[in-house]
């Protein structure tokens, strides 16, 4: 006779061992997103601090009703994949030197670590500051150089652009550590084979690095792509959405709304939208990344 | 025996100590989330004299403006506010008392015989004081004028030069358009020096900096009935100066810029002129910060003859302790006293007092003062409601698309015209 899983004494100890941790997060991101999801679909604001009655979908009509959602959600499209791209790039480039690196590897990771470990809002006052037009440091090199003087963060055309490369800037030594630790743990059977076969370093490359690294990768880019659809802090600190509506991305517009706008509804049902976006393409990645193996 | 003894001894020593609770109490400490400007530190430097005379410890968190609100609403919907004593900008004054977060001070006054009559009645007003309710204190004010170079205006090269080019002498502009034109001169010159400091970054810097430019070209927000008014002749007009100057008149990356940039860049000689709250003047205007303009500049009313008006004040949460509360009125009222506001205004005070600018002492240390009433009492008012912050952004954005040349200013006015009177139902 097939006993029930609960029990056996191995299936009881094992849900003894998870549940503090389970109960903890039930309580840190269960409790706050139920709350959120709560709050999307009613009538409270800050100036009517009620979770009654409860609207429906009514927020999230208002919210996609407005032109400036459709913008903020380009945007935050665009930037993403260019930040992503950039990050991953740079990021293989930067891992595969270090690879090959043999001495004083600690040295370059410890350098490499620096920008990840400072918080957004510290790197995005830096840069405000030699970014600035007239009398940061950038101009004055640009000068220097014969170069004109670029307005970086007040032209419309350009502001988004400069955001996205602060942010490679920062996040790409996330990436370079991912990746490293990838290409380290890769066995060297693939490449000595290929080398008796007489394959080029780009052959390699193409043949046995990149399929090989490709599940850790993915991780990267996932992680990577989750974290730029959820930037705030540079636009909030270098523009405030502009020049115009520029640098405008959703999770700008959703803190516009929920604190501008008192309406924590509406800025709980865009953060809600923008929740279900990195949902779906978490789970696309996952699926693509399955059905290849 | 012995053991129930020492329990009931040690039981009634810890009543005791209990009944004596308040007696030992901590002193109530006051904290406030202030704006980090010259008069959060003028009034810093008073409060050792505070704390002498009360016992009542006052803590500043400074921090930039644009940080303020949010900061300020997450804990006024809390269960209890960690700031109890409120730092609170007139673009708040509708909001705050709608949501029921701010006592109500008319009690408090009565109560301690605080006078309110030396208070110039636009700022009680512009802080959202009626008959039955005083939710802010009028703190300082902070209304606009212009600040220009007397040396650029006064140099004969530059005077003969303005002549050759525009046929028209040099003088202090008395109109919004001579006021651009003359500013898109001193571009034009292509020397190091650019017509004005602008702080066109969306939301506060920019509605505020507009603000000035509708009120000096005759437009307004708001007719008396509250009815909007914003798309008007004279708000199109003013909107296209602002633009023109944006893209003609002012410094590269003007549309990104805060007050600190525009301050940097006129303290660094780099500027002709800036629209600016009158009391930047003698920061300016100070040999050890500023060596390149100290000395060389003024002040006057906006050019038309009205600028934008604001103010700060001091509120009391609701949701702090009734100990903190009667803290807090205590230091309020300390601090818009006559003697103090003539303390701080000899340091560079805006004053909210009419008493403290006719002050002999003030003005002879600042004559500029009697300019600087003349800019208060020709200031208008951004419109105040519970969404005025939300309206800043509004327009803030309608702005910034007009001065970047990414929409019409006919179209960035109407849309802006449309966002307040939809706000305005909400």
């Known amino acids: ?293 | 025996m012995q053991l129930k003894r020492s329990l009931i001894s040690t039981l009634l020593g810890a009543t005791m100590l209990a009944a004596a609770g308040p007696a030992f109490a901590e002193p109530v400490t006051l904290r406030a989330l202030m704006e980090d400007v010259p008069e959060t530190q003028i009034i810093e430097k008073l409060l050792p004299e505070f704390e002498k005379e009360t016992g009542i410890k006052v803590e500043f968190e400074k921090i930039g403006y644009g940080d303020m609100h949010d900061k300020l609403v997450a804990q006024l919907v809390s269960p209890e506010s960690y700031y109890n004593v409120l730092e609170v900008d007139f673009l708040w004054a509708g909001e705050f008392p709608a949501a029921g977060w701010l006592e109500n001070l008319k009690p408090y006054v009565e109560k301690s015989g605080f006078d309110l009559k030396p208070i110039i009645p636009s700022m009680l007003d512009l802080l959202g004081a009626t008959p039955d309710a005083l939710p802010i204190l009028p703190m300082y004010n902070y209304s606009m004028g212009l600040i220009y170079r007397t040396d650029l205006i006064g140099d004969a090269k530059v005077k003969a030069d303005y002549k050759a080019r525009t046929g028209k002498d040099l003088a202090v502009p008395a109109t919004l358009a001579d006021y651009v034109a003359l500013s898109k001169y001193f571009k034009a010159a292509g020397g190091d020096v650019v017509g004005a400091a602008m702080q066109g970054q969306r939301g506060d810097p920019n509605s505020m900096e507009f603000s000035n430019y509708l009120f000096s070209a005759g437009g307004a927000y708001l007719d008396s009935g509250r009815k909007v008014v914003l798309n008007s002749p004279e708000g199109l007009a003013a909107l296209k100066l602002y633009a023109d100057n944006v893209q003609n008149g002012a410094q590269q990356g003007a549309l990104s810029a805060t007050l600190d940039d525009t301050m940097r860049l006129m303290c660094a000689g780099k500027a002709f002129s800036m629209v600016t709250y009158w009391w930047m003047l003698p920061q300016l205007d100070d040999a050890a910060k500023c060596p390149a303009v100290a000395g060389k500049l003024a002040l006057s009313v906006m050019p038309g003859g009205h600028g934008e008006s604001g103010g700060w004040g001091w509120g009391i949460p609701k949701n702090t302790s009734d100990e903190s509360k009667a803290a807090a009125w205590k230091f309020i009222e300390w601090v818009q006293s006559q003697k103090i506001s003539v303390a701080r205004a000899l340091e560079g005070h805006a004053p909210v007092r009419s008493d403290v600018y006719t002050d002999p002492a003030v003005l002879k240390k600042y004559p500029f003062y009697k300019t600087g009433l003349e800019v208060v009492a020709s200031g208008k008012s951004f419109p105040i409601f519970a969404y005025s912050a939300q309206y800043e952004d509004v327009l803030g954005a309608q702005l910034s698309l007009a001065a970047g040349g990414q929409a019409k200013p006919e179209d960035a006015l109407k849309a802006a015209a449309d966002g307040l009177t939809q706000l305005l139902n909400k």
Do not use: H
């Open chain 1, 1 to 293: 006779m097939r006993l029930p899983a609960f029990a056996d004494r191995e299936w009881r100890t094992g849900w003894a061992f998870a549940a503090p941790g389970l109960l903890t997060l039930a309580l840190v991101m269960g409790f706050p997103l139920v709350y959120a999801a709560l709050i999307s679909v009613s009538s409270l604001t800050l100036l009517k601090p009620m979770l009654q009655p409860f609207v429906g979908a009514k927020n999230f009509v208002a919210v996609m009703s407005d032109p400036l959602f459709w913008g903020a959600l380009w945007l935050t499209v665009k930037y993403s994949l260019v930040t992503v791209l950039g990050e991953f790039v740079i990021g293989l480039a930067i891992a595969l030197m270090l690879n090959r690196t043999v001495t004083m590897k600690p040295v370059y990771f410890a350098v490499l670590t620096i920008p990840m470990a400072m918080s957004p809002v510290s790197v995005a006052l830096i840069w405000r500051m030699l970014l600035q037009p007239n009398l940061g440091i950038a101009n004055q090199v640009m000068e220097s150089l014969g170069l004109p003087r670029v307005d970086w963060l007040g032209n419309a055309d350009l502001a988004l652009w400069t955001m996205a490369a602060i942010d490679i800037w920062q996040q790409t030594s996330f990436v370079v550590l991912i990746l490293a630790a990838g290409l380290a743990a890769l066995p060297r059977d693939p490449y000595e084979a290929a080398e008796v076969d007489g394959a080029t370093a780009l052959q390699q490359f193409w043949y046995i690095t990149l399929p090989m690294l490709r599940p850790v990768a993915a991780i990267a880019v996932i992680i990577q792509l989750i974290n730029e659809f959820r930037t705030y802090d540079l636009p909030y600190i270098l523009t405030k959405g502009g020049p115009g509506t520029s640098t405008e991305v959703l999770s700008f517009f959703a803190y516009r709304r929920a604190f501008l706008g008192l309406s924590l509804n509406e800025g709980a049902a865009a953060s809600f939208v923008l929740l279900l976006i990195v949902l779906g393409l978490t789970v696309l990645f996952f699926w693509s990344l399955e059905r290849k193996r």
